[in-house]
């Protein structure tokens, strides 16, 4: 056999290797994208002192949105090997609807950069994600003063108070 067929064959051989090696190592990026558990080893790293509830992944897995302890909530963003990691504060979050239930789009106001549009894999995710949020933007301050500033309840016949769980 000749040698130009030989150097022809082992050539061919390589250029098959580098693609099959390509396309696994293009597969393993993709599986780290929709790892939590990276996720979650990025955001405690960024903010040691935070207790993680949830995670909620969007759709296309770009960012995630991670519930904290104590009315606080938590971004990240894919940023291809690592994750930018933003914690809300309080009342800095603006959410607005979509057309589609699926999703909102969100205004960080201490973050704009990381201000966009978010669609979840189904209307019940989105909904909880941006009824916490909204949680997180009521201010704890102001739940406090709402809450001891209520009106004693009416009594009843009887003439002591109705609770909540007698009325009918």
Known sequence: MSPVIVWLIIFVLLMALAYYVTRLIGKDQEGNRHDTGLAILEFGRAFPNEAIRSLHVTADAEA????????????????????????????????????????????????????????????????????????NYVNIPDRGADETSEAPAEPDASGGSVSPDRAN
């Open 64 to 135: 995630i949105f991670v519930r904290l302890y104590g009315s606080k909530a938590g971004f990240m963003r894919s940023r291809r090997s690592h994750y930018a990691c933003h914690l809300i504060a309080p009342g800095r979050v603006r959410v607005f609807p979509l057309p589609n239930a699926k999703g909102f789009s969100v205004e960080f106001l201490d973050a704009p950069t990381q201000n966009g549009t978010f669609v979840f894999s189904s209307e019940k995710e989105a909904a909880e994600v941006s009824l916490w949020l909204l949680d």
